[in-house]
């Protein structure tokens, strides 16, 4: 049967453990299992995204999806709508003065009309109406990326979205990322770029450079710049200090946050020249593409200028070399 076991931390600094599993499209009889913590279950939104994309999917094929080990532990994940999109009925005892949410719940998104009102929700319900700067740059990424997946995916399903503010801890920063199961990023740049065929981590190299794919990019993102979005929201989360991970077929990729101390900040056109920077040959791989980052919010003072620095960076196929950031 094809199983996914949740790790006690789910997150981008967890990548790895999250999504190298050997049996997470394996064509079985059975239902599809989904496997949590017996007692405790930390997930961030890469997971959630890729959960709901998984559960969808095997939906699809006419599996039902069971879920292991559901108890009061996973309160968090249903009151951002997994059990919703799993189609599991979920009924947490409730908790008395539960903390305000600051997220985006997981949202699935079919069509290019969609995106606006997913966009237009991330102020309301992130709380950032106070921060206009850090606003502008997750509305941006969430744009970009969502309609990265509709023009490129090839999902039926669409993509999964969500989003969460951490201010409870440091650093403050807005965690987000969006899932599919399409066609994943080697066979759509495979029709352009044919050395994108050679393997997966050859075709997430590619998708991450500048000039590869897409038109350049205006600051709040349009409907024809959609190829162009992994870069730009790579060097975000780069430039911000935060953590930029991409699964797609048997590759992962993850960009580690920038040192504490780290005054001066490098950005690399070439993902790969970047020393902060891990790629995974994993055992199964992902039916599609999960794309997950943070933007340290406390980063942001003038995202105009700090958007503007970026564009000004995207060279032509052949640059190479690293660009400063301070």
């Not at 947490?92 to 985006?104: C, I, T």
């Not at 349009?222 to 975000?236: E, P, S, V």
């Not at 077929?249 to 101390?261: E, I, L």
């Not at 070439?270 to 992902?286: C, F, I, Q, T, V």
Request: hydrophobic share 40%.
């Amino acid at each position: 049967m094809a199983i996914l076991s949740v790790p006690n931390s789910a997150t981008l600094h967890q990548l790895r453990r999250f999504v190298d599993q050997p049996r997470l499209f394996r064509a079985e009889r059975g239902p599809a299992v989904l496997e949590f913590h017996p007692q405790w279950a930390h997930m961030e939104p890469l997971a959630l995204a890729a959960i709901a994309a998984w559960g969808k999917w095997w939906r699809r094929q006419g599996k039902e999806i069971t879920v292991k080990n559901l108890s009061n532990h996973l309160r968090y994940a249903a009151r951002m709508r997994l059990f919703d999109h799993l189609g599991v009925h979920y009924h947490p005892a409730q908790v008395e003065h539960e903390e305000a949410g600051r997220f985006l719940p997981i949202t699935q998104v079919s069509r290019r009309e969609e995106v606006g009102p997913v966009i237009g929700d991330v102020s309301a319900l992130l709380h950032l109406d106070d921060d206009p700067e850090s606003l502008a740059a997750v509305q941006y990424c969430v744009s970009e990326l969502l309609r990265n997946v509709l023009e490129h995916s090839g999902s039926e399903d669409g993509a999964f979205v969500c989003a969460h503010r951490y201010t409870e801890s440091e650093p403050h920063r807005v965690s987000i990322a969006v899932a599919d199961c399409g066609q994943g990023i080697a066979t759509h740049l495979g029709h352009t770029h044919k050395e994108a065929l050679e393997s997966d981590a050859t075709a997430l190299d590619l998708a991450m450079r500048p000039g590869i794919t897409g038109a350049r990019p205006g600051p709040y993102g349009t409907t024809d710049n959609a190829g162009a979005g992994l870069f730009i929201t790579r060097c975000i989360a780069k430039g911000t200090g935060g953590y930029f991970g991409l699964v797609s077929g048997a590759a992962a990729f993850r960009q580690r946050r920038s040192r504490s101390n780290e005054d001066e900040i490098t950005l690399y056109p070439d993902p790969l020249e970047d020393p902060r920077h891990d790629m995974y040959n994993l055992a199964s791989g992902w039916h599609g593409t999960v794309v997950a980052m943070e933007i340290r919010t406390d980063r942001i003072a003038d995202y105009g200028g700090f958007f503007q620095w970026i564009f000004k960076q995207i060279p032509s196929r052949k640059t190479k070399g690293k660009i400063n950031f301070t």
